[in-house]
């Protein structure tokens, strides 16, 4: 089969199209036919080697896909070759206290698949069964593979996390990114008031999610702007992913006792808090990392029933995979960026 592979950390041009063995499904797994792969900001971070250097080289990236069931391993009887499935990105061994009480995320040989494992940039991929879920027949493939790692992050951030309630109010930060857009429909879904923020050439884009209010984060205050929408009040939820750049002004945009959530820093890790300003108007600040199998089943009826949307910037085939991390590096996109593979049908 085909494979995006790279056999050492670097920039997008270490991706390179390569011929590698077919996967094979061992007792508990199955072999999906990939259609398509979406592309995560984890991927980048992987690939540059932030995470330490962990992986197996050569490795194949990618947390998120969609695709067609080819072959079944021993033990899996209740899915048919043939089925569209997308895949859980979450692994875990499913035996340990953490699985079995439903945190399968807080397991202690719990990775992130394209983290650790051969990911989605290929043609076929290995994962376990209880990593798969239908795909909607109202969805391509593109827009499917979208979704999961997203989602589930958006959920268990403003659910299990910072639990909103109807009636407050939410700052999402980056409403664009996927990630964001995602928080933007779960938070209006929970009967939260919406304040989102984009950079200028994004706006129109922004607003076709329905936020309530929306900030132009390049040219525009983003705490004087949430003072004047909430009449000095602040927030009771931010759902911060961008890191450094925002940082000060996510937690200056909170009410005392209000919550902040983040899952990433694109802009930066190493942003600076003042622990007088924390404590003494009582925040919290909550971090997260992906979510359990459990949550995106939950999250992924909202899918099926057509209430949750996929929110697609544009497509690249497989082949031009370092193109397409260019793309999200340069800060180009306005939704997800997805990998075609093979045929949509």
């Known amino acids: 089969m085909k494979a995006i592979r790279y056999h050492g950390y670097g920039s997008h041009d270490v991706l390179t199209l390569e011929e590698v063995p077919d996967p094979t499904p061992g007792p508990g797994e199955v072999v999906i036919d990939l259609r398509a792969a979406a592309i995560n900001h984890l991927d980048i971070w992987v ?3 932030v995470y330490g250097d ?4 050569p490795h194949i990236p990618g947390s998120d896909g969609a695709g067609v069931v080819a072959e079944i391993g021993p033990g899996v009887r209740d899915v048919a070759v043939g089925e569209e499935v997308v895949i859980s990105p979450g692994l875990s061994c499913g035996t340990c ?3 079995l009480k439903g945190e399968d995320n807080f397991c202690p040989s719990y990775v992130i698949l394209g983290a650790g494992p051969d990911g989605t940039y290929a043609e076929r991929v290995a994962v376990p069964r209880q990593n798969l879920v239908p795909k909607p027949a109202g969805l391509s493939f593109s827009e499917a593979a979208s979704l999961p790692l997203v ?3 958006a959920w268990h951030m403003l659910h299990a996390l910072a639990g909103v309630r109807q009636g407050e109010t939410v700052l999402v930060i980056g409403g664009t990114s996927g990630v964001g857009s995602a928080a933007i429909q779960l938070a209006r879904l929970a009967g939260a008031t919406v304040i989102a923020t984009a950079s200028t050439g994004k706006m129109d884009r922004l607003r076709t999610l329905g936020p309530d209010h929306v900030i132009d984060h390049a040219v525009e205050d983003i705490r004087r702007k949430v003072g004047e929408i909430t009449d000095r009040r602040g927030v009771d939820v931010v759902f911060e992913h ?3 750049k925002t940082w000060d002004a996510s937690l200056k945009s909170l009410r005392p006792g209000g919550r902040l959530v983040t899952c990433g820093s694109t802009s930066g890790y190493d942003a600076v808090t003042d622990l007088r300003y924390l404590y003494q108007r009582q925040l919290r600040i909550m971090g997260d990392y992906m979510g359990t199998k459990g949550e995106l089943l939950e999250a992924w009826r909202l899918v099926a029933a ?8 544009r497509t690249f085939p497989l082949a031009q995979a370092a193109d397409a991390h260019a793309y999200v590096e340069g800060r180009m996109a306005a939704g997800k960026v997805v990998l075609t593979i093979g045929s949509e049908h």
Do not use: A, I, Q, S
Not at 54 to 57: E, I, N, T, V
Not at 306 to 313: E, Q, S, T, Y
């Open 242 to 244: 961008v890191g450094k």
């Open 54 to 57: 962990r992986l197996k080289m």
């Open 306 to 313: 057509g209430v949750v949307h996929p929110f697609v910037d």
């Open 47 to 49: 690939r540059e080697g």
């Open 151 to 153: 989602l589930v992050t």
């Open 97 to 99: 206290e953490m699985c």
